[in-house]
Structure formats: structure tokens, C-alpha cells
């Protein structure tokens, strides 16, 4: 900014920059020499009226992160609660007193899968219709499904009641997810790190939160009602801070074609809009496939990364147990989940910092951790680590698992052409969802191998 612009005030520097944006579309209006997405990866995708609403919707997709994996985070930092307390029972029945492992009855990965087969089924069909729901339907679906979800959680006394509380989580989470990645396509690139930090955030915040308010004597029914501020929040972030572009369809379903109504203006750099083609938009089947097929090399590492992370967390967390510590199998285990998802929102917020480009790097490390942790488990060796170390392996944990996802979304990102942005961003997101999955349904059986053992 020369000296001239500086001096300007403020009125008078944003009608420049308009004058400028003009002046730019005249350009692209005359140009048909460059077909590749290199141009548009440097400038953003929608201008934002004024500096102010740019910050105002980066803190609203840090807020939609946040409050979109709340209930995730906190239903599987209640897990081993949820399966103590109301199974009355601390180990199977067909297991002696003198079995090495502090077990509950049902594992906890009967909780993670709850949490996460309703996902599953959403972003694996959601691509191929999502984009005919509006934008606030789906976000109304999402609010009131979270705030049930800790409803049913906080007032059931039965397990499987709970898990259906665990289920509206599961429900809220994947179609936000998938709801919000789409719509970073509409703004400037650079929410998607803004995004990716928020679900870091309710990680340690959702953990830290449950851990905090549990110590501090509330009830984990109690604490799970304090809660129920958060879809409020993602209400509020969604309709009130976030100042959506007009190409926006938040509450228009699309018309007969197939196409929504959109603003006057079109993406800087981008293709003609549906109202000035005449055309459909939308992307066919095959497209949409031969899209899938150009993001497996983001997604499988991406899946990897997953399976191995949450083996960990629901299949071994809670047979690594301390007992000399001052802290309860309980308290540790919670702990642990504080201590994870640590790790995971610095890693997530890293992105503007660094950038990794082979993700499979981080997928061989993760699945080396599992089996190291697994090798632990089975000889017993890791009680004879001082409860410090363990936290730190798994802060690491965490590490690699947050710039994962992270820098998994930014090179799609940074590499997706404009017209398929909002599809590979929504697609891509079933990775993680898959690889926690399996890891699941695999730490069941291990589960109750080791809670078996004499």
C-alpha cells in the first residue's frame, strides 16, 4: 500500500478496491487463454465486502468447527462413564477377578461406534444429493440434533438408550461436517484452516470441559445439560455471524434444472454461473466419480491415519491403567482423551504455519504408534512407564492425527478445480469417518481377547 492509499480513509480505500474488482472481471471477461485452476488458487473465490466481515467469517467457521464436534468429542470423553455407570459393572461376566485389565462389561468402542457408523452413512450418500438441501436446513437439522443428543445422554439409565443419545451426536457431527466443508467453497480458501482449528478446538475444549466439570463435583448428567450452550452457539455462528455471499443458497431449494438461484456475481476467475450459461451446473455421476477416483491419494493415508488413532483410543485407552497413580481408571482415561485432543488442535492450527504435502508419512507413523501401544498392552509393560510418559505418547498421538486432517482438506483445497471444490471437499471428509469405523468394529473383539485373559 503506497503512502497515497494509506492516508485514505477507510470509505475511500474499499471504493478503490471495488474500482479494482471491476477492472478484474473486465480482464477475465476478455481472457480464454488459461483453462487450468492456478489462477484462481491465488485469489480468493468470493470477495468479501470489507476486511471486518472476512474476520467475521473466519471466527464463524472457527465457531462452526468448534460447535460442530462438541458432542462428538464429548460423548466419547464420556464413554467409559456412560458403560460403568450404568452397566454396574466392572468386569464381564465370564472374566475372574484375577484377569490383569480393568474392564468394563462393554467396551468402548461400542460407543465410538455410535458415534460414528450414523456419520458413515451420511458422508458416504450425502455427495450425491446433499447439494439439492439448502444450507440452513441442514444447519437447523444439525442444532437440534446435538441438543438432543445431550438430552437423551444426560436424563437415560440404560445403555442403550444413551447410545441412541450418542447417535443424534453422531448425526449432528457428519452432516455438519460435511455441510460446512462445503460451504468453505463459497468463501475465501483460507477458511478451511479457520474451520480446521475450530474442530481442534472442541476437542480440547470438549474434553477439558467434561474433565473440568466432573472434577469440579457436577454429575456426568449435569455436565452433559451444561452443554446444551453449545448449539445455541452454533446457531448464533451460523445465522448471525457468518455473512454468507448472495451465490449462497442458504434457504432456496433448487428449481426444476437443478440449479439454485444464485447472486449476480460469479466467482472471481471462475466459470460463467448457472443464470449466465443457461446451463446446469451440477456435476453428473461420473464426474462425480472420476473426482473420488483423483482424491484417493488424499483419502486412504487420510483413513489410515484414522483407523490406527482410534484403535488406540477406544480399543487400548482404557486397558492402559495405572494403578499406583493418584488418579482413578476413570479420571485417566478422561485424561487421556484431554491429553489427545491436546495434541490434535495444535496440529490442526498448524496449517498457516507449515504445510505437508505426503500425508502417507503421517499414516506409517500413527499405525507404528498402534502397534507399539498394542505390544504394550499385551505385555503389560506400559504400567512400568511413569504415567508422564504416557501422556506425552499420547500428545503425539494426537499431533499426527490433527495435521492429518488438516493438511489432508488444505491440498484438496489447494488443488481441486473451482466447479469441483464443494464436492471434494464434502466427499473427501468420508476418510476419517471410514478409517474410525473399522477401528471400531477391530477393538471390539480385541477388547474383550484382553479382558479374557486369565
Known amino acids: 500500500m503506497n503512502a497515497e492509499t494509506a492516508c485514505l480513509p477507510e470509505a475511500a480505500v474499499f471504493a478503490k478496491l471495488d474500482v479494482l474488482d471491476e477492472v478484474l472481471w473486465m480482464i477475465m471477461d476478455d481472457s480464454t487463454e488459461s483453462d487450468s485452476g492456478d489462477e484462481y488458487d491465488r485469489l480468493p473465490h468470493i470477495l468479501p465486502a470489507s476486511t471486518s466481515s472476512h474476520w467475521r467469517n473466519r471466527a464463524a467457521f472457527w465457531l462452526l468447527g468448534l460447535c460442530n464436534n462438541f458432542a462428538y468429542v464429548v460423548m466419547l470423553s464420556a464413554a467409559h462413564d ?36 450414523p456419520t458413515l452413512v451420511i458422508k458416504f450418500t450425502a455427495p450425491f444429493y446433499i447439494e439439492r438441501i439448502p444450507y440452513s436446513y441442514r444447519v437447523s437439522v444439525c442444532i437440534i440434533t446435538a441438543a438432543s443428543s445431550f438430552l437423551i445422554v444426560s436424563f437415560s439409565t440404560d445403555v442403550a438408550v444413551s447410545l441412541l443419545g450418542v447417535v443424534f451426536a453422531s448425526v449432528s457431527s457428519g452432516l455438519g461436517e460435511i455441510t460446512f466443508l462445503s460451504l468453505t467453497a463459497f468463501f475465501y480458501s483460507d477458511v478451511v484452516a479457520f474451520w480446521s482449528s475450530g474442530t481442534g478446538g472442541a476437542g480440547i475444549f470438549g474434553a477439558l470441559s467434561y474433565l473440568g466439570l466432573t472434577l469440579a463435583g457436577l454429575s456426568p448428567r449435569n455436565s452433559l445439560l451444561v ?3 453449545i448449539p445455541g452457539l452454533l446457531l448464533l455462528s451460523y445465522f448471525f455471524l457468518l455473512i454468507p455471499p448472495d451465490s449462497l443458497p442458504r434457504w432456496t431449494f433448487p428449481n426444476r434444472s437443478g440449479s439454485s ?13 448457472v443464470q449466465e450459461t443457461g446451463e446446469d451446473s451440477h456435476l453428473t455421476v461420473l464426474q462425480k466419480l472420476q473426482i473420488v477416483k483423483s482424491l484417493l491419494k488424499y483419502m486412504i493415508p487420510l483413513s489410515l491415519v484414522y483407523f490406527a488413532e482410534y484403535f488406540i483410543n477406544q480399543g487400548l485407552f482404557e486397558l492402559i491403567y495405572f494403578p499406583k497413580s493418584i488418579l482413578s481408571h476413570s479420571e485417566q482415561y478422561r485424561c487421556y482423551q484431554l491429553l489427545y485432543q491436546a495434541g490434535v488442535f495444535i496440529s ?4 498457516r504455519c507449515f504445510a505437508i504435502r505426503r500425508i502417507w508419512i503421517l499414516s506409517v507413523m500413527q499405525c507404528g504408534l498402534a502397534i507399539f501401544l498394542l505390544f504394550g498392552v499385551y505385555f503389560l509393560f506400559l504400567p512400568k512407564l511413569t504415567l508422564p510418559v504416557m501422556f506425552l505418547i499420547i500428545i503425539f498421538e494426537g499431533l499426527l492425527g490433527g495435521a492429518a486432517y488438516v493438511n489432508t482438506f488444505n491440498n484438496i483445497a489447494e488443488k481441486s ?20 469405523s473399522i477401528s471400531g468394529f477391530v477393538a471390539i473383539p480385541v477388547h474383550n481377547y484382553f ?4
Do not use: W
Open 227 to 229: 452443554m446444551l450452550i
Open 82 to 117: 456412560i458403560l460403568h455407570t450404568q452397566t454396574n459393572e466392572t468386569v464381564p461376566a465370564n472374566v475372574t477377578n484375577s484377569s490383569p485389565y480393568d474392564c468394563n462389561k462393554i467396551s468402548t468402542a461400542a460407543v465410538l461406534l455410535a458415534d460414528i457408523l
Open 451 to 454: 479382558c479374557g485373559l486369565p
Open 417 to 436: 478445480k473451482p466447479e469441483e471444490k464443494e464436492f471434494a471437499m464434502a466427499a473427501a471428509c468420508v476418510s476419517d469417518t471410514l478409517g474410525i
Open 261 to 273: 438461484l444464485v447472486g449476480s456475481r460469479r466467482p472471481l476467475l471462475g466459470e460463467p454461473s
Open 348 to 351: 490442526r492450527s498448524s496449517v
